[in-house]
């Protein structure tokens, strides 16, 4: 990444001490004009559509999880005119919000298991998670750091003191940040770049690490899917299912804790006998 390198000086953290990663500005202006170039094209070539499928759909619906029945009709509509064309369409929105952090990936996750076969959802839906949030990363080590330290000081230091300790075990920390509950996406996002945290693990970790819970929402979306345009009412099936995801999920953002526990124990056993040899 001869684009992306580490800023050296007294003004900045050493690599032991949690120091920021620091991307040109310039490329990464350049990427965000490629992007948002990108959606409005292709926003700008949207094919006719008859009916009134997508009367009263707005963009900012996406925000809105009450507004998922309509936006399914009006973005099935517009498949069955040009089925490309939303998939490029859904790819490229995805990706821009979650550069942008806003909070409409819940939605968007929904949409795409309604709109698509599972393993495609999770195809596109993990490629716009990696892709937007490794954006969200770049545009924020480029431009966000004084608004970041500013306004989420506190919970900037606790993740730079715990990336600071597992600083061997990167991609590891990086699994566990996109399974545990108690860090929101969108934070990781913002804030890896500010404490240190590379790009490479950070991305494969935003890849692979966000498969479990894209999978959660697609099957909701295909089971809303089979419900039917007039009926959304999710069963008691449908719940326990829901619930025993959720209790799965649980235990697997113990594994990298797990695993990053055992390297530490075997390293600290490599260490003692090193001494005493």
């Not at 500005?25 to 990427?31: C, E, P, S, V, Y």
């Not at 809105?64 to 509509?77: F, G, N, Q, V």
């Not at 819940?106 to 599972?118: D, E, H, M, N, V």
Request: aromatic share 12%; charged share 15%.
């Amino acid at each position: 990444y001869s684009w992306i390198r580490r800023r050296r000086g007294p003004r900045h953290r050493s690599m032991e001490g949690g120091e920021p990663v620091y991307v040109r500005k310039r490329l990464a202006f350049a990427g965000l004009v490629v992007l948002l170039g990108t959606f409005f094209a292709l926003l700008h070539s949207a094919p006719d559509i008859s009916g009134t499928a997508c009367d009263g759909v707005q963009l900012w619906h996406l925000v809105d999880k009450e507004r998922i029945p309509a936006l399914w009709m009006c973005a099935k509509a517009y498949q069955n005119a040009n089925w490309w064309y939303v998939t490029y369409m859904f790819l490229v929105t995805y990706v821009c919000i979650k550069a942008f952090a806003i909070p409409a990936g819940f939605t968007f996750c929904i949409l795409g298991g309604a709109l698509y076969p599972l393993p495609l959802a999770q195809l596109l839906t993990g490629l716009g998670e990696a892709i937007g949030s490794s954006s969200c990363y770049l545009l924020s080590g480029a431009f966000a750091r004084p608004v970041v330290e500013r306004f989420l000081a506190s919970k900037l230091e606790v993740l730079r003191s715990r990336a600071v300790l597992e600083r061997e075990h990167m991609l590891l920390f990086n699994f566990w940040l996109r399974l545990t509950p108690f860090l929101p996406n969108w934070f990781c996002n913002v804030a890896c770049p500010l404490v240190g945290v590379p790009l490479r693990p950070f991305f494969l970790a935003s890849l692979f690490g966000t498969q479990g819970s894209l999978l959660f929402l697609s099957l909701t979306g295909a089971t809303l899917r089979d419900l039917g345009e007039n009926s959304f009412e999710l069963g008691s099936s449908f719940k326990r299912r829901a619930l025993m995801l959720g209790g799965l999920m649980a235990v697997l953002q113990c594994i990298p804790l797990l695993f990053i526990r055992a390297r530490k124990r075997r390293d600290a056993a490599g260490k003692l006998n090193d001494k005493q040899a």
